[in-house]
């Protein structure tokens, strides 16, 4: 059995953690086991966010994509997918760094859901003041 070359890189956003495998291949890209289209299947933005590193390099047939996700909804998860691939597109040649960093795909969104705050009806939300 022959040992295949793979990059790995992992991305995170709001609850969402996903775990890329980019192997050299022909652009097809796993989600849980299931195909991009099968998983991602309402929403035809989500699916070209995802690919939007492969896209900006012009590597779209170059690498399979095998990836792990967890957590979040479908919006964070693929946010999650994309900066793990443009982490593993750096692995494979250090020169697409310049090119996903201005395009702002290496950097992580950490804005998160705020805590539920004690005696408050949410985070921020407040009983309603009555004077009389």
């Known amino acids: 059995m022959v040992k295949q070359e793979y990059y790995y890189a992992l991305g995170r956003r709001k609850s969402s953690t996903a775990r890329v495998r980019l192997i050299p291949g022909t652009g ?32 779209f047939n170059k690498y399979d994509a095998s990836v792990i996700v967890s957590g979040g909804g479908h919006s964070s998860q693929s946010e999650a997918i994309r900066l793990a691939i443009s982490k593993a597109l750096v692995l494979v040649n250090g020169d697409y760094k310049s090119t996903l960093k201005r395009s702002d795909l290496l950097s992580r969104d950490s804005r998160d859901k705020e805590r539920k705050k004690f005696g408050l009806k949410g985070a921020r939300k407040q009983r309603q003041f009555t004077k009389r």
């Open 28 to 59: 097809k890209i796993t989600v849980n086991g299931k195909s991009v289209d099968d998983y991602f299947s309402n929403s035809k933005t989500i699916n070209s966010k995802i690919v939007e590193p492969f896209i900006l390099l012009d590597l």
